[in-house]
């Protein structure tokens, strides 16, 4: 019997849009056989240099740890958009794995990434874009989303091939559309089954 394979989706969210987009992910994930989703999030960065995170968050999931990366067949990262970048959370936890860079940990591991924005032209594309940059450098197969899904040329909101994006309202409360649904849950099904598929290869 094939050991299922553990993919991890690795989300910064504020207001709770990102986070129900990651929920949408790990739904697509689940949904192929021999692959489960590990739901991760990393602490706020604070311009207090004393301030500290608590252990366990107090709502939603629990913090990444390093390990999550080494026991992973694959990783869906997702971040709010601050400027048409990532959120400085997501990167700063990123900026913590050089090791893990030279190891190699997830080199050959299949990627993809998803955001929201508070504006509907807010930098999605290039928020996705700029998450990309690390996971090529740590040597991760990026995957994104192919036209075969018409939501991508019907969307009057979010969807892009780069990724799964939701365009969340100035207040993030904009509730996800269908097509932005749709789009979230096929990229974490691409992402499970081309993990799958590698495994098979080895």
């Keep these: ?5 553990t993919i991890l989706v690795l989300y910064y969210s504020r207001h709770g849009a990102t986070r129900k987009l990651a929920e949408l992910v790990a739904q697509g994930i689940e949904s192929v056989p021999g692959a489960e989703a590990r739901l991760r999030t990393v602490p706020a960065v604070s311009t207090v240099a004393e301030a500290t995170a608590p252990d366990i968050p107090t709502e ?8 999550d990366l080494a026991e992973c067949a694959g990783l869906a990262l997702g971040s709010p958009t601050r400027f048409g970048n990532m959120a400085s959370a997501v990167k700063y936890f990123l900026d913590g794995t050089a090791a893990d860079w030279v190891n190699g940990t997830l080199s050959g591991k299949p990627a993809a990434v998803f955001t929201s924005t508070g504006s509907l032209h807010g930098g999605q594309e290039s928020t996705l874009l700029s998450m990309m940059i690390p996971l090529l450098h740590h040597g991760m197969l990026v995957l994104g989303l192919p ?30 559309t269908e097509d932005e649904r749709v789009l979230a849950i096929a990229l974490g099904k691409r992402l499970a089954a081309a993990a799958v598929k590698l495994q098979e290869m080895h």
């Design 60 to 67: 939603g999931a629990p913090y990444v740890e390093l390990s």
């Design 147 to 176: 036209y075969s899904h018409p939501e991508l040329m019907n969307t009057a909101s979010g969807g892009s091939p780069y990724g799964a994006s939701h365009w969340a309202g100035a207040d993030g409360k904009r509730a996800l």
């Design 1 to 5: 019997m094939k050991p299922t394979l």
